[in-house]
C-alpha cells in the first residue's frame, strides 16, 4: 500500500499543452504540498492545501493551478506548458500544518519538448 | 542568499570511512530542523531530526548550533548502502510550518 501515490511517473509532453498530475494519499493527513525539483535537484514548494484549502502558494506562475477535492487528494494542473517546466514534481503530505515530517510520493517526471 | 546551504559534494569516501556534512541557514527564526535522504531517482525520506542537545540514531549523529546557524550531520562507519543525496531541511513558523530544503550533499561511498 503506498501511502502517496501520484501519477503519472512519467509525462512527456509538447510545448504549449495543458496536463494534470494527480496525487492521493492514505494516511489520513491533513496537509498536503506540490513540490518542484529542478535540473539542479533543488527542491522547492510551490503550493500547500491544509483540509482542501490553500495554505503556501509560492510566486508560482498562474500556469500552475492545484486544487483539492478533498483532503486526500491534492491535483495540480499546468497550462500552456513551457520548456522551463520540465523538472520532477512530487506529492507530499503531513499530519497537519504544524507537523514536519512529510512524507513524498514517488514524484512525477514531467518533459516538455 | 539562499535560505538553506550545502556542499553539493560528491563525497567519495571508501566502507568503513566517517563522514560528515554541513549545513547552514539563514533565518534565524527557523524552528524546526531535519535531515533527509533521497536516493537516486527517488522521493526524499526523513533521515533524522536534529536538536540542539545533539541526537544519534546508530551511526548517524546530528547536531545543531543555533548561534552559529548550522546544522551537521555524522556517519560512521559508512556503508556502501548510506551513497544517497543528504538534504538538510529548515523549517519556520508563519502559522503553518514551511520547509525548506537545501541542495542536498551528495555521498558515494566504494567498496
Known amino acids: 500500500d503506498t501511502a502517496v501515490s501520484q501519477t503519472p511517473k512519467y509525462l512527456v509532453t509538447q510545448m504549449g499543452n495543458d496536463k494534470s498530475i494527480k496525487c492521493e494519499q492514505n494516511?489520513?493527513?491533513?496537509?498536503m504540498y506540490w513540490y518542484k525539483q529542478d535540473s539542479k535537484k533543488f527542491l522547492k514548494i510551490m503550493f500547500s492545501y491544509n483540509n482542501k484549502e490553500l495554505i503556501i502558494n509560492e510566486t508560482v506562475p498562474n500556469r500552475f493551478s492545484p486544487k483539492s477535492p478533498d483532503k486526500a487528494h491534492l491535483n495540480l494542473h499546468i497550462n500552456s506548458l513551457e520548456l522551463g517546466d520540465s523538472a520532477v514534481y512530487f506529492c507530499?503530505?503531513?499530519?497537519?500544518?504544524?507537523?514536519?515530517?512529510?512524507?513524498f510520493g514517488q514524484g512525477t517526471r514531467l518533459t516538455v519538448v | 542568499r539562499k535560505e538553506v546551504e550545502q556542499d553539493p559534494g560528491p563525497f567519495n569516501v571508501p566502507e568503513g570511512a566517517t563522514v560528515a556534512f554541513n549545513c547552514t541557514y539563514s533565518n534565524s527564526a527557523s524552528q524546526s530542523f531535519f535531515w533527509y535522504r533521497q536516493d537516486c531517482r527517488k522521493e526524499p525520506k526523513l533521515l533524522m531530526s536534529?536538536?540542539?542537545s545533539g541526537n544519534e540514531d546508530g551511526r548517524f549523529t546530528a547536531q545543531l548550533n543555533r548561534a552559529s546557524q548550522y546544522i551537521s550531520l555524522l556517519i560512521r562507519d559508512s556503508k556502501l548502502s548510506d551513497s544517497a543525496t543528504y538534504l538538510c531541511v529548515v523549517t519556520f513558523s508563519r502559522g503553518f510550518q514551511k520547509l525548506v530544503f537545501g541542495t542536498g550533499t551528495r555521498l558515494l561511498v566504494s567498496p
Open positions: 507530499a503530505s503531513s499530519q497537519d500544518a504544524r507537523d514536519t515530517e512529510a512524507f
Open positions: 494516511l489520513g493527513h491533513d496537509t
Open positions: 536534529v536538536y540542539s
